[in-house]
């Protein structure tokens, strides 16, 4: 016999925080695992298994993460102007106009640097998690991880806007999860690029953005 229990109303933000953590964080190891699966099942099959992983993460990462933002859950106020405020009636979404403030150079930050990072490189890379060179131009040649500080910056950003309490309380883990993605996905260059991508490490910062001596 099969019990349907109803998910409480701020479940689905956990679901979602759940599924970002058990199904995104190895499905991209995977898509990372070039060498291990090109070795097993050759060089073919293995880029098409690395790359499905890759997809299937992207898909997820994007899923989960917004599902984050947008589920039911408390939410804050900042304590200006807080009768000034835009209402959205489909969703009944109340969005303040110092949260709008506060939130959008964030958001645009945020959006505006990944779309640097995938200036400088192309569309398949950014799928397939798998670069054919080191890229050290552009935005690439201040930060290794662009993509990621956009991400956290857009995550505070969208946060903020929708005023959503868990998600924005939720910001360290957010950034500890991206930390973890960034070492091995650095584990992996080293293994493909060696001494190239270690003193690429040793010049660039990772988060922030400016150039070692």
Known sequence: MIILIPIPLYG?????????????LPLYSWSLEHKRFEEKYGKEKGEKITQIF????????FTFWIGIWISPQPIFIIPIFQKIYLIIPIINLKIYLIHIIFSLPLIII???????????MSAKVAETH???RIIDDGV?????HPQYLGGI??????SILFSALYS?????????????EIKKEEK??????????????????MFIPFKKK
């Open 130 to 132: 798998k670069p054919e």
């Open 140 to 144: 690439y040649s201040y930060l290794r």
């Open 168 to 180: 924005f309380i939720i910001t360290p883990l957010i950034i500890l999860i991206i930390y973890i």
């Open 12 to 24: 689905w933000f956990f679901i979602n925080l759940l599924g970002f953590i058990g199904l995104v």
């Open 153 to 158: 910056l857009a995550h505070i950003g969208i």
């Open 110 to 120: 945020g959006s505006w640097i990944p779309f640097k990072a995938l200036k400088s």
């Open 54 to 61: 890759g997809v299937i993460s992207s898909i997820f990462f």
């Open 188 to 205: 992996e260059l080293i293994k493909e690029f060696g001494g190239e991508y270690e003193n690429y490490k040793k010049h660039v910062s």
